[in-house]
């Protein structure tokens, strides 16, 4: 095996195996992915059968983004003739008297911007539309049609599968002990379990994991590691909730509510978005939280009563956040050849894309997208006083 390649991405998960993807497509045999567990293991964040895909947003700054992830998804179904994208529609709804009503406008206002088409409901347009949901409150939504599912099994594979096909070099069960400078190509040296490897340029996309990776380089972020947990119910009113008669949704309220068809088991599935306790990569746990269960039953139970059944299984993940929730995609500017993102758990739906970014900016050096939101040296990455505010 080589030890020294052109471009190095630590970490094979969501966003890392599409950089691995979008790297090889240019450089070839110039790319290693390292990947410390098994490839597509479940103890990240980059995992399970479905995520959302949509391009409402309430911020502009990923409003104009949204519409280059369904290009980037579509050019590697176009290359592996499968597709990890499904589109089913999709609802973001507020209780007309919540607090947090004024959230809708907010979405409304970022799509308008960016030329997305949507539809308002009220609540009677809601329920005619989705008889499925029956809010005990009355209720005004926003439906977007391209909304839906992007499968991380398919995507991961698919990502790595094409990587390999151009030529990278892709080692998994491999541990990462260090990074330091290295001290004569002027790059970086990864040291692993399996011995040393040097890049020109490396890009970090280790997710809870980042700050014990980045440590060693005197590097270390205010990010927030949460255990997160989706649930499965065996719905007995299957027809109802099948992909074509049921959207995804978003409820937005205290928290955040999201759900979605029956995709990868006979289940439907929902979850409360960073709802988690803070946990990190070595003390998370896979046991299920009661309390947070029985609120997700209650809510659902109570809107949308034939979406539950009896339990199918919980499944938990880790989100790692910054404080202001944004992504990061920036070159460290201690160590400039070290490129790191972070997904603050809400960037699976853009995981291809994000990937195509980082190539880009490890390749040329620049990209086309304004990544200045998500820059590294930003007030809430920077600023100690900085409160952290995770609802998006």
Not at 96 to 108: E, F, N, T
Not at 146 to 173: C, E, F, K, M, Q
Not at 276 to 301: I, K, W, Y
């Amino acid at each position: 095996m080589k030890t020294h390649y052109s471009y190095i991405v630590l970490g094979c998960g969501g966003i890392g195996s599409a950089a691995l993807y979008w790297l090889a497509k240019r450089a070839g045999q110039e790319v290693m992915g390292i990947e410390q567990f098994p490839l597509f293991h479940h103890n990240g964040g980059s995992q399970d059968y479905s995520r959302i895909i949509r391009l409402a947003y309430h911020q502009e700054k990923y409003a104009r983004l949204t519409p280059y992830t369904y290009k980037a998804w579509d050019a590697i179904a176009q290359e592996s003739g499968i597709s990890p994208v499904i589109r089913t529609g999709g609802v973001q709804i507020v209780f007309k008297d919540s607090p947090h009503s004024s959230i809708l406008d907010d979405y409304a206002k970022a799509m308008d911007r960016a030329a997305i088409p949507y539809d308002r409901l009220d609540g009677d347009e809601l329920r005619s539309r989705f008889p499925q949901f029956q809010p005990q409150e009355e209720v005004i939504a926003l439906y977007q049609a391209d909304t839906g599912i992007v499968d991380p099994s398919r995507g991961n594979a698919i990502h790595v599968s094409l990587a390999r096909g151009y030529g990278a070099t892709v080692v998994d069960d491999c541990p990462v002990i260090s990074l330091l400078p290295d001290p004569e190509g002027g790059g970086v040296m990864i040291k692993t379990d399996r011995g040393s490897f040097t890049a020109d340029q490396l890009i970090v996309t280790a997710g809870a994991w980042s700050n014990e990776l980045l440590a060693s380089v005197g590097i270390a972020l205010p990010l927030s590691v949460t255990q997160e947990q989706v649930k499965y119910y065996a719905t007995p009113h299957l027809s109802e909730f099948t992909i074509g008669q049921f959207p995804i949704f978003q409820w937005k309220d205290e928290y955040s509510i999201y759900g979605f068809p029956i995709y990868g088991e006979v289940a439907t599935k929902a979850a409360i978005d960073a709802s988690g306790h803070e946990v990190t990569a070595r003390t998370r746990t896979f046991e299920a939280d009661p309390a947070r269960e029985r609120q997700l039953d209650n809510f659902l139970s109570a809107n949308i009563p034939n979406f539950v059944g009896p339990t199918r299984y919980t499944k938990t993940c880790l989100y790692t956040l910054p404080p202001d929730r944004d992504f990061i995609l920036d070159r460290l500017p201690q160590h400039p050849n070290i490129i790191l993102a972070i997904g603050a758990g809400h960037a699976y739906k853009f995981a291809s894309l994000l990937g195509q970014i980082l190539s880009e900016l490890a390749i040329d050096g620049q990209t086309s997208h304004d990544l200045t939101p998500f820059q590294v040296t930003r007030p809430a990455l920077t600023e100690p006083d900085f409160v952290p505010a995770f609802r998006i």
